[in-house]
């Protein structure tokens, strides 16, 4: 009885941990934070947490493009890498390869390297010819409210069977 009771509460904290709004597009689907929505702009999808758009503390971009010549995970790494040698920015994270489901991301947070006072986590990763970009930038003083939050996107990234144009 105790065994099942341990189970049922597992498979309750499962379902729970992820938002109930699946975000899809044409190349990406994941489960969003509870209460986030998202829009399409212009060539970006932009998430943004319950509150509305108005000083936004925290917010995901995803963009795609068919990969060309440097497009690949190592170039990838050593942009980020360079991005350091800005001043003001600095890297809380360094590059890492990381798997997700059947792809392969690289994984890096920097601090202000899109937007003053703001985390941003990249995410990149090359599929079928696609690249493609995520990222969730969070304000300093909301770091850690939606440290979780990005977590939970994160690990449940889904790359689509996508191809880039026929060579």
């Not at 947490?49 to 000083?55: F, L, S, V």
């Amino acid at each position: 009885m105790l065994y099942m009771m341990v189970c049922a509460a597992c498979m309750m904290a499962t379902m729970t941990s992820y938002g109930s709004e699946r975000f899809e597009n044409s190349y990406i689907a994941f489960y969003l934070p509870d209460g986030w929505s998202c829009k399409q702009e212009g060539t970006e999808f932009v998430c943004s947490p319950p509150g509305g758009r108005r000083n936004r503390p925290a917010i995901i971009i995803m963009t795609a493009k068919f990969a060309g010549p440097d497009d690949s995970l190592s170039k990838y790494v050593e942009h980020l890498n360079a991005k350091t040698k800005t001043p003001g920015v600095s890297m809380t994270h360094a590059p890492r390869q990381r798997k997700i489901r059947d792809s392969v991301w690289v994984d890096a947070t920097l601090f202000n390297s899109e937007i003053s006072n703001y985390y941003t986590r990249y995410m990149a990763t090359i599929k079928g010819g696609i690249a493609i970009l995520y990222t969730f930038a969070v304000h300093k003083s909301k770091y850690d409210e939606f440290i979780g939050s990005s977590e939970l996107a994160v690990d449940n990234l889904e790359v689509k069977n996508i191809s880039g144009p026929k060579k």
